[in-house]
């Protein structure tokens, strides 16, 4: 069966561009098969933005829905990569766009009630509890086998609640370790570099704290 794959952009209604690599930039250059929809809903909430694309693959007899949102930059053949993972749920790894810039990759403990952000090599696809949804190709079989609502925002994102109500109905959660795609935050694009750096700093300035807290009791 071929693909067919709704594209589904949301964000506040425009793309934001400024030199080097951005939003604007990716979204242009981003290779889609020219049957493939393409639907924006910039003025609904977040929730409601998803739910009408998925509704509108199933009208469309879609095989995938591709979700990305207007504040990330990728490579041209994003969507590409992630229909050869050939998963049911399976994202590309993004970094939260303010400190400590952790990656939107999540796992959970039997015995918490709670998500924490995880560190991931490069090792090709790999199964988590949750992603965040800054780019997810998700297979259509999947909302026909779990009811709504699909998406809603509670103590957790909307994104980790899908991703556990998806486990909850037998299906596992993704990520391409290999495909980073980077946020839009302040002063630049966060990505895997910016991440890693801040980490070093971090560790530099936690030692240098150390240091001079004892120091200050030596004297």
């Not at 793309?15 to 242009?28: A, N, T």
């Not at 509670?154 to 370790?177: S, W």
Request: charged residues 30%.
């Amino acid at each position: 069966m071929q693909n067919k794959v709704l594209v589904s952009i949301h964000g506040n209604g425009y793309i934001q561009d400024f030199d080097g690599l951005s939003p604007f930039k990716s979204f242009i250059g981003l290779r889609l098969d020219k049957e493939w929809p393409i639907v924006t809903n910039p003025q609904k909430s977040i929730c409601d933005a998803r739910t009408n694309a998925v509704e509108e693959a199933m009208r469309l007899e879609c095989t995938h829905v591709m979700m990305i949102d207007t504040d990330h930059t990728f490579l041209p053949n994003l969507v590409d990569f992630l229909l050869a993972d050939d998963k049911d749920i399976v994202g590309a790894v993004a970094y939260k766009r303010t400190p400590p810039y952790f990656p939107c990759v999540f796992a959970k403990k039997e015995d918490e009630d709670f998500y924490r952000s995880v560190n991931v090599a490069k090792k090709g696809v790999m199964r988590c509890d949750a992603i965040g949804f800054g780019a997810v190709l998700i297979k259509m079989d999947v909302f026909f086998k779990i009811p709504m609502p699909w998406f809603w925002i509670d103590r957790q994102g909307h994104d980790i609640n899908f991703c556990e109500k998806a486990k909850q109905f037998g299906f596992d959660i993704h990520v391409d370790t290999d495909l980073v795609i980077g946020h839009m935050g302040s002063p630049k694009i966060i990505d895997e570099e910016f991440y890693l750096k801040s980490r070093s700093e971090e560790s530099v300035e936690k030692h240098n704290e150390e240091v001079k807290k004892q120091l200050s009791r030596s004297k």
